[in-house]
């Protein structure tokens, strides 16, 4: 594939979409590839349902946690094959906010689900597409829900315990320190404009590396 994947991770409130706006806007003027954002879930017309469902869902009935898995992995399922693929092979850079770690760090470091499990529903949804490179903005867990509190109403993930989104932040990190090559840890307490600069140098070098430089 010609094109990139570019994700980035964290726990609520890390300032994700801050940063993937920004990096748009810039890499638009420093390569002539086409740049595109996305998300999961929500990529799709089918995943902006899944994604109601999993974020809004207000029922009597919960959502049990393997039943949630298979939402988000029929969301991926949908997104790679309908989205991401077909860009990456026009020589699309993707910039996609949460992808793969995120099913391991909620589902299964959170929710405790069997990782084994996670892997094998990952490599069937994504049909082994990995990203090319992960920005992992790392903050503290009450910081980062206090930003979310202060945004206004809570989605149903963030409504989760402390305890949860502690376990959450401890899977990123288990994920970052086992995939040193693919995931980059970002220091998310910066300021904003600290935090874009770290991340625009980061990717000027992979841009060179990849050969996107205009």
Not at 86 to 112: E, F, K, N
Not at 136 to 146: I, N, P
Not at 147 to 161: L, V
């Amino acid at each position: 594939m010609r094109g990139k994947l570019i994700v980035f991770e964290g726990v609520e409130g890390g300032g994700k979409t801050t940063q993937m706006q920004r990096i748009q806007l810039w890499l638009q003027t420093v390569t002539d590839a086409p740049v595109v954002m996305t998300r999961e879930p929500g990529g799709t017309v089918l995943g902006q349902e899944l994604r109601r469902l999993l974020l809004e869902y207000q029922g009597e009935e919960p959502i049990q946690d393997r039943a949630e898995l298979l939402m988000y992995a029929a969301d991926r399922a949908q997104h790679v094959e309908g989205f991401l693929k077909p860009l990456l092979y026009q020589g699309t850079i993707i910039l996609c906010d949460r992808y793969t770690d995120s099913t391991i760090a909620y589902q299964g470091y959170g929710r405790g689900l069997d990782l084994s499990l996670i892997e094998q529903l990952n490599q069937i949804a994504t049909q082994g597409l990995e990203s090319d490179l992960t920005l992992w903005l790392d903050v503290d867990v009450e910081l980062g829900l206090a930003r979310t509190r202060a945004r206004g109403k809570m989605d149903r993930m963030e409504q989760a315990t402390l305890e949860f989104h502690q376990r959450v932040k401890q899977g990123f990190q288990r994920l970052a320190e086992t995939y040193p090559e693919r995931i980059i840890t970002i220091d998310g307490t910066l300021k904003v404009d600290e935090v874009t600069e770290k991340i625009q140098w980061i990717l000027s070098q992979k841009l060179i590396e990849w050969g996107f430089r205009a």
